[in-house]
T-cell receptor
């Protein structure tokens, strides 16, 4: 079964600086989808960014970008120009193309210091 | 507002009781997913329905059941509740099978006392 590991329970960053959140996953599949979700104190789960495994180009959404290393099974999230509103739990998620069970990592709590 | 509506937002009930959580998916979405988020186990996939049919099952206890109705809303039924069932229950929806990601509701906080 696929597993998703987020090895950083907590991270902090200074406002306007850049931070990278790590995620690794274990799979034997060649095609799949990867996601980063943000969960602010409101508890709402918000999709941040999505990557398709067959695409080599790293996904980017404004200040959010990923570093997808398929061979290493690594999918890190980079947040540039961090803002106070970026403070949240961030979850990495894996979804196989063959089933509908999206698996989440344990999450990384990001604190943004003013 | 994500467009996925969950009711109630909070629920407090006693052990042994039965509760029903309700979810209305985003307009046009055919898939509904249920997740349980507890402090010690993170987000756990429970079950998925697609256009009224059960499509995938995760770590859902036998005491729990769900269904999706013709109008596409879904209900998660939790029975014989135990203290360990206290958690945040999320519903999510997607237009199809979710390759583009899910849209989550704001969750139902269940507290079993």
């Amino acid at each position: 079964a696929q597993t998703v590991t987020q090895s950083q329970p907590e991270m902090s960053v200074q406002e306007a600086e850049t931070v990278t959140l790590s995620c690794t996953y274990d799979t034997s599949e060649s095609d799949y989808y990867l996601f980063w979700y943000k969960q602010p104190p409101s508890r709402q789960m918000i999709l941040v960014i999505r990557q398709e495994a067959y695409k080599q180009q790293n996904a980017t959404e404004n200040r959010f970008s990923v570093n997808f290393q398929k061979a290493a099974k690594s999918f890190s999230l980079k947040i540039s120009d961090s803002q106070l509103g970026d403070a949240a739990m961030y979850f990495c998620a894996y979804r196989s193309v063959n089933n509908n069970d999206m698996r989440f990592g344990a999450g990384t709590r990001l604190t943004v210091k003013p | 507002d994500s467009g996925v509506t969950q009711t109630p937002k909070h629920l407090i009930t006693a052990t042994g009781q039965r509760v029903t959580l309700r979810c209305s998916p985003r307009s046009g979405d055919l898939s509904v997913y249920w997740y349980q988020q507890s402090l010690d186990q993170g987000l756990q996939f429970l079950i998925q329905y697609y256009n009224g049919e059960e499509r995938a099952k995760g770590n859902i206890l036998e005491r729990f059941s769900a269904q999706q109705f013709p109008d596409l809303h879904s209900e998660l039924n939790l029975s014989s509740l135990e203290l360990g069932d206290s958690a945040l229950y999320f519903c999510a929806s997607s237009p199809d099978e979710g390759a583009d990601g899910y849209t989550f509701g704001s969750g139902t906080r269940l507290t079993v006392v």
